[in-house]
């Protein structure tokens, strides 16, 4: 990856997860492949953990698992981060969806659509993906859809 396309992916992970994310997301330095469209844009970024984001023509990022783990190290609260309990990780390990009655934790500042990562309470990653309702509609709602998962981790 060449800088100015580390540079814009950088921008991009600030503006939609906070300053500094870009760093920790596409460190210097660090070999990574892009895979980009026929007009240049690009489309994939992967490391040798795995597929870090895809870039989506809505110009937001969709993490994949191995960019939600360095998502996980940027701070001690994790940005855009959404907690479960013993009783709704396997099923969100496995990739299913988290409903809002099982979160016990959800950052304020997730709204409907943001991409976000899922915990475990004790720190694990369980999966990433895409907010339903906003982080307190989470936590106040019993029933419903709280995150639609796109992948879990193994």
Do not use: C, W
């Not at 997301?25 to 892009?34: C, D, H, K, R, S």
């Amino acid at each position: 990856m060449d800088d100015s396309h580390r540079t814009f992916l950088q921008r991009i992970a600030d503006y939609q997860f906070g300053r500094g994310v870009g760093e920790t997301l596409f460190p210097p330095g660090e070999a990574m492949t892009v895979t980009t469209t026929s007009s240049g844009r690009p489309r994939q970024v992967r490391a040798d953990e795995g597929r870090l984001v895809s870039y989506g023509t809505d110009g937001r990022f969709t993490l994949g698992t191995a960019g939600g783990e360095r998502l996980q190290t940027t701070a001690s609260e994790t940005p855009y981060r959404v907690v479960v309990g013993d009783e709704s990780e396997p099923f969100v390990r496995d990739g299913r969806n988290v409903f809002a009655k099982f979160v016990s934790v959800a950052d304020e500042r997730i709204r409907p659509r943001d991409e976000v990562v899922v915990e475990h309470e004790d720190g694990r990653l369980l999966a990433v993906g895409r907010a339903e309702l906003s982080g307190e509609g989470m936590l106040d709602f019993e029933t419903g859809m709280a995150v639609f998962v796109r992948e879990g981790a193994e």
